[in-house]
């Protein structure tokens, strides 16, 4: 890291959290991670061999603070643990732009508050390090107290080993409300009544679930991985030219004008911060909502016939050998 930073806080030891601290520290920065002594990220930060604190100690300790807890706990965490043990010319690090984008936590003036976004879960973040390697990461400064602000989030992206592959500058408000947007048109809430509308449809139609199964679920893997490796181009190479002619004429017959529409409304929605809101409020209030509609996508057919065909998929079951 080409600045000054003394100690790196890494606040929570989840997926991000983990491969924060374990990278960083391998990259020879001074690392404390920040966690209740009786919670499970204690017990695995210390059984890899990290120092420990309580959030608190640890922010006192640290030039830079990386808040890599869930969101919303983050207003708790900074009001009782983080604001009094800021100094001067600290810096307060995001993994996702929601708490400051959305007001949820207010920075003192005195410090650079910034954000690095790997492009990958904590896990592929950890092992492509491992590999000597990296995974692309956004960057993003929202306040400059130092005059060192930009450097100093594009040295932390270098740390988790993100700058060997890409570090692309974006603004908290780019990163926060395209990323809420891709997980809920597309990466997630769109795929996934994607597939059980194509389940629903063929097994209401008479076809056999498991075959469904196949067609709707299972198979989106060999689709996806050729997307992500190789793009449209990758995917049309791999697959028959009977799969691509009915993907150029069918397609757009599903996602249509009319869909297009409701994805601009989803985006507005997500931009005056009325889901920022919704979501905010729903925790308060306990996640009644969310519990309901989890427990409504649990109890889909799709579930209980996925669980019977993968128990005998061997190559998904690392306690189950595959056949020599």
Same mark, same amino acid.
């Given at each position: 890291?080409?600045?000054?930073?003394?100690?790196?806080?890494?606040?929570?030891? =989840?997926?991000?959290?983990?491969?924060?601290?374990?990278?960083?520290?391998?990259?020879?920065?001074?690392?404390?991670?920040?966690?209740?002594?009786?919670?499970?990220?204690?017990?695995?930060?210390?059984?890899?061999?990290?120092?420990?604190?309580?959030?608190?100690?640890?922010?006192?300790?640290?030039?830079?603070?990386?808040?890599?807890?869930?969101?919303?706990?983050?207003?708790?965490?900074?009001?009782?643990?983080?604001?009094?043990?800021?100094?001067?010319?600290?810096?307060?690090?995001?993994?996702?732009?929601?708490?400051?984008?959305?007001?949820?936590?207010?920075?003192?003036?005195?410090?650079?508050?910034?954000?690095?976004?790997?492009?990958?879960?904590?896990?592929?973040?950890?092992?492509?390090?491992?590999?000597?390697?990296?995974?692309?990461?956004?960057?993003?400064?929202?306040?400059?107290?130092?005059?060192?602000?930009?450097?100093?989030? %594009?040295?932390?992206?270098? =740390?988790?080993?993100?700058?060997?592959?890409?570090?692309?500058?974006?603004?908290?408000?780019?990163?926060?409300?395209?990323?809420?947007?891709?997980? %809920?048109?597309?990466?997630?809430? =769109?795929?996934?009544?994607?597939?059980?509308?194509?389940?629903?449809?063929?097994?209401?139609?008479?076809?056999?679930?498991?075959?469904?199964?196949?067609?709707?679920?299972?198979?989106?893997?060999?689709?996806?991985?050729?997307?992500?490796?190789?793009?449209?181009?990758?995917?049309?190479?791999?697959?028959?030219?009977?799969?691509?002619?009915?993907?150029?004429?069918?397609?757009?017959?599903?996602?249509?004008?009319?869909?297009?529409?409701?994805?601009?409304?989803?985006?507005?929605?997500? %931009?005056?911060?009325?889901?920022?809101?919704?979501?905010?409020?729903?925790?308060?209030?306990?996640?009644?909502?969310?519990?309901?509609?989890?427990?409504?996508?649990?109890?889909?057919?799709?579930?209980?016939?996925?669980?019977?065909?993968?128990?005998?998929?061997?190559?998904?079951?690392?306690?189950?050998?595959?056949?020599?």
């Amino acid at each position: 890291m080409t600045t000054t930073e003394t100690t790196i806080a890494i606040i929570g030891y =989840g997926s991000q959290g983990r491969a924060h601290a374990l990278n960083l520290h391998e990259s020879g920065f001074d690392v404390v991670v920040g966690v209740r002594e009786d919670g499970p990220g204690h017990k695995r930060a210390t059984q890899d061999g990290l120092p420990t604190a309580s959030p608190a100690d640890a922010a006192a300790q640290a030039s830079l603070i990386a808040m890599l807890t869930p969101d919303l706990s983050h207003q708790e965490i900074f009001q009782n643990s983080i604001v009094t043990n800021l100094s001067p010319n600290d810096a307060l690090l995001f993994a996702h732009g929601f708490t400051v984008h959305y007001g949820q936590i207010e920075p003192p003036a005195m410090v650079d508050v910034v954000l690095v976004a790997p492009k990958g879960p904590g896990d592929l973040v950890r092992r492509e390090y491992q590999r000597g390697r990296g995974v692309p990461c956004l960057f993003a400064v929202h306040q400059d107290a130092t005059g060192t602000a930009d450097a100093r989030a %594009q040295a932390y992206a270098a =740390g988790i080993g993100g700058a060997k592959t890409k570090a692309i500058k974006t603004s908290f408000a780019e990163e926060t409300e395209t990323d809420l947007f891709g997980e %809920q048109a597309v990466l997630c809430g =769109g795929v996934t009544e994607l597939i059980t509308a194509g389940f629903d449809t063929l097994v209401d139609a008479g076809y056999q679930p498991e075959v469904a199964y196949y067609e709707c679920l299972h198979e989106l893997k060999l689709i996806v991985d050729l997307l992500y490796e190789g793009g449209l181009s990758k995917m049309h190479k791999y697959i028959s030219e009977t799969a691509i002619y009915g993907d150029l004429t069918a397609g757009p017959h599903i996602i249509n004008n009319e869909t297009r529409n409701r994805m601009r409304e989803i985006l507005s929605h997500i %931009q005056k911060g009325n889901f920022a809101k919704e979501w905010i409020s729903e925790n308060q209030a306990g996640k009644p909502k969310y519990q309901s509609l989890m427990q409504q996508d649990m109890a889909h057919p799709i579930e209980q016939v996925g669980a019977r065909l993968r128990a005998d998929m061997a190559w998904l079951n690392t306690s189950k050998p595959l056949a020599e």
